[in-house]
């Protein structure tokens, strides 16, 4: 018999006592409760931390959650401005390779030939999320300095932002 220290998970190190059995398995004998030890390949511990995580509870996902004013602004906003930045680099790479059907003159004359609806709801389509994006980056800039971080402070910029969104927009879309 010889003595050795075992590490179990969240408890302290203690001396335990280990036999040796004639299978060359090892037995290791805690106090409590003997528990047999054998060796394994190196290739077994990749099959055995597989099985653990298909047992491993699944994180809650965003169907589970109640939507909240903060959660749906705090989305919205980080897909608007990605829809805006893919918008601009579109643009600007349309307005790059396309020199001779893309300039502004082309551009121009294409838009002054559309009906007026059609003016009016592109300028809606780009007035929204520029404008939402634009109010709720300065709402965020306000949190960074240290401002409106209280949770009714968070809520009632959060509608002034939806507000002020809704304004812009009709005043960008009537310019």
């Given amino acids: 018999m010889s003595t050795g220290r075992i590490l179990e998970l969240g408890r302290p190190l203690r001396t335990s006592i280990l036999l040796k059995p004639a299978s060359g398995s090892r037995l290791v004998h805690t106090g409590?409760?003997?528990?047999?030890?054998?060796?394994l390949?190196?290739?077994a511990s990749t099959d055995i931390l597989?099985?653990?995580r298909l047992l491993?509870?699944?994180s809650p996902h965003l169907s589970i959650y109640k939507p909240q004013v903060t959660s749906v602004l705090s989305i919205g906003n980080r897909?608007?401005?990605g829809a805006l930045s893919v918008l601009l680099y579109g643009f600007s790479l349309a307005y790059l390779f396309a020199p001779g059907t893309f300039d502004s003159t082309h551009v121009?004359?294409?838009v002054a030939g559309l009906p007026d609806s059609v003016k009016?709801?592109?300028k809606a389509i780009l007035a929204a999320p520029f404008a939402f994006h634009s109010l709720n980056g300065m709402r965020h800039l306000a949190w960074d300095m240290g401002k409106?971080?209280?949770i009714k402070k968070v809520y009632q910029t959060g509608y002034a932002v939806l507000a002020g969104t809704a304004v812009s927009t009709v005043v960008l879309m009537l310019l």
């Fill in 41 to 43: 390949p190196p290739s």
């Fill in 50 to 52: 597989n099985k653990q």
């Fill in 79 to 81: 897909a608007v401005g």
């Fill in 120 to 122: 009016y709801a592109g």
């Fill in 108 to 110: 121009v004359e294409f």
């Fill in 56 to 58: 491993r509870p699944t």
């Fill in 148 to 150: 409106f971080m209280t």
């Fill in 32 to 39: 409590k409760s003997s528990v047999q030890l054998q060796p």
